[in-house]
């Protein structure tokens, strides 16, 4: 589901079954079901147009297999993972201040083929391994705290949605770009000042007031070089959103609709998050809804969230450590997360939508990120 007014644009495709999205998962962890080239290239007209085929080639179950399958038929099991290969981490609600503590471990990351809606290719399971530990901020960026640094308000509104405007409403109208920089800045207000991860250039407007960079890049070899505060890469935000689940919600299956773009209910995504269902096309106070694991809030819905790393990963490989820790400036970021106007579908953990970075809408925030650094 792509906003309107600049998203960038998602083929939709016509879809042979949209069936159940309930996948068998054994109580031990999991590992990949699918390894990179698992599928067809259906999923590659969403890449050709921007998108990484999320929001119109799902693929799951048929409605009248009577239980868990692919979009082939057969049945979906998710194998035990390897306790030699990876060793997950404790999920455990370790916050303070309004930042919460992840710790390094390794997880499955992407969705199985069972999936409702998930993307052919693009979207294959991996298992990811995260050397760093990194504390990551409990709900996204409020406008009170966007503020507190001097800045300009730059949440509004226009036909397609709106930002609610209370203080501890998330900061919409937000860019990439605008994320880097209030990053930078944080760093720099910080006791003692931390260095800036980011280096921004060929810029023009000011920091909540129409700033707009040509290019952008990470300071040092990796993100993880970094002391100061940054996004989370696509890897880091998954882990987190995760807290150990598999499904599509952190606290469950998603609910199939009747086709791509409905905007259907659903049980589990209404207990956690602001989405089209639900929102009034709105933003709404951060905190609002129930948080996962990590005890993060609003990782789904509400607004979406900037990351780094490619726009798609349709040659996802099977396995990877610190997946994609450098970072590569480009015409298109991923936001992940879905936002307050999405559908179930854009609100999957596993899905992303991509947007240029110095794009701005209602609803476009982010939260940010530290490596714990030994």
């Given at each position: 589901?792509?906003?309107?007014?600049?998203?960038?644009?998602?083929?939709?495709?016509?879809?042979?079954?949209?069936?159940?999205?309930?996948?068998?998962?054994?109580?031990?962890?999991?590992?990949?079901?699918?390894?990179?080239?698992?599928?067809?290239?259906?999923?590659?007209?969403?890449?050709?147009?921007?998108?990484?085929?999320?929001?119109?080639?799902?693929?799951?179950g048929s409605a009248?297999?009577?239980?868990?399958?692919?979009?082939?038929?057969?049945?979906?099991?998710?194998?035990?993972?390897?306790?030699?290969?990876?060793?997950?981490?404790?999920?455990?609600?370790?916050?303070?201040?309004?930042w919460c503590k992840?710790?390094?471990?390794?997880?499955?990351?992407?969705?199985?083929?069972?999936?409702?809606?998930?993307?052919?290719?693009?979207?294959?399971?991996?298992?990811?391994?995260?050397?760093?530990?990194?504390?990551?901020?409990?709900?996204?960026?409020?406008?009170?705290?966007w503020t507190a640094?001097?800045?300009?308000?730059?949440?509004?509104?226009?036909?397609?949605?709106?930002?609610?405007?209370?203080?501890?409403?998330?900061?919409?109208?937000?860019?990439?770009?605008?994320?880097?920089?209030?990053?930078?800045?944080?760093?720099?207000?910080?006791?003692?000042?931390?260095?800036?991860?980011?280096?921004?250039?060929?810029?023009?407007?000011?920091?909540?007031?129409?700033?707009?960079?040509?290019?952008?890049?990470?300071?040092?070899?990796?993100?993880?070089?970094?002391?100061?505060?940054?996004?989370?890469?696509?890897?880091?935000?998954?882990?987190?959103?995760?807290?150990?689940?598999?499904?599509?919600?952190?606290?469950?299956?998603?609910?199939?609709?009747?086709?791509?773009?409905?905007?259907?209910?659903?049980?589990?995504?209404?207990?956690?998050?602001?989405?089209?269902?639900?929102?009034?096309?709105?933003?709404?106070?951060?905190?609002?809804?129930?948080?996962?694991?990590?005890?993060?809030?609003?990782?789904?819905?509400?607004?979406?969230?900037?990351?780094?790393?490619?726009?798609?990963?349709?040659?996802?490989?099977?396995?990877?450590?610190?997946?994609?820790?450098?970072?590569?400036?480009?015409?298109?970021?991923?936001?992940?997360?879905?936002?307050?106007?999405?559908?179930?579908?854009?609100?999957?953990?596993?899905?992303?939508?991509?947007?240029?970075?110095?794009?701005?809408?209602?609803?476009?925030?982010?939260?940010?990120?530290?490596?714990?650094?030994?």
């Amino acid at each position: 589901m792509n906003r309107s007014g600049g998203r960038a644009a998602v083929v939709l495709a016509a879809v042979a079954s949209l069936g159940s999205a309930h996948c068998r998962e054994p109580a031990s962890n999991v590992r990949p079901a699918g390894a990179a080239g698992n599928g067809a290239t259906v999923g590659e007209a969403g890449k050709a147009a921007g998108g990484d085929g999320d929001a119109g080639m799902p693929t799951g179950g048929s409605a009248s297999s009577g239980g868990p399958s692919t979009a082939g038929g057969e049945a979906c099991e998710l194998a035990p993972l390897d306790a030699v290969e990876c060793e997950p981490a404790r999920v455990e609600k370790q916050c303070a201040s309004g930042w919460c503590k992840i710790p390094a471990g390794c997880f499955v990351m992407g969705a199985p083929p069972c999936e409702w809606g998930r993307a052919q290719r693009s979207q294959n399971e991996m298992l990811a391994t995260l050397t760093h530990g990194y504390e990551i901020q409990q709900h996204e960026v409020t406008q009170a705290e966007w503020t507190a640094l001097g800045l300009t308000n730059p949440s509004g509104s226009r036909d397609d949605g709106r930002d609610c405007l209370e203080p501890d409403c998330p900061v919409g109208n937000v860019s990439l770009t605008d994320a880097l920089a209030y990053a930078n800045l944080l760093s720099e207000r910080h006791a003692p000042p931390l260095a800036a991860c980011y280096s921004l250039s060929g810029c023009t407007g000011k920091l909540g007031e129409g700033l707009s960079c040509k290019s952008r890049a990470v300071v040092g070899p990796s993100v993880y070089d970094c002391a100061g505060y940054r996004l989370p890469t696509k890897a880091e935000w998954e882990y987190a959103a995760r807290a150990g689940a598999r499904t599509a919600f952190y606290n469950g299956d998603i609910t199939p609709q009747a086709g791509v773009g409905v905007c259907g209910a659903d049980a589990k995504l209404e207990a956690i998050a602001w989405y089209c269902f639900n929102s009034g096309k709105t933003t709404h106070p951060v905190g609002g809804k129930d948080p996962n694991g990590w005890g993060l809030f609003d990782m789904l819905g509400n607004a979406s969230e900037w990351t780094t790393g490619g726009p798609s990963d349709t040659n996802r490989p099977a396995a990877a450590t610190d997946y994609e820790a450098t970072f590569t400036d480009d015409l298109i970021f991923p936001t992940k997360g879905g936002f307050m106007n999405a559908d179930s579908l854009s609100c999957r953990i596993a899905g992303q939508l991509p947007a240029p970075p110095n794009e701005r809408a209602p609803g476009s925030g982010f939260r940010l990120v530290r490596t714990l650094l030994p």
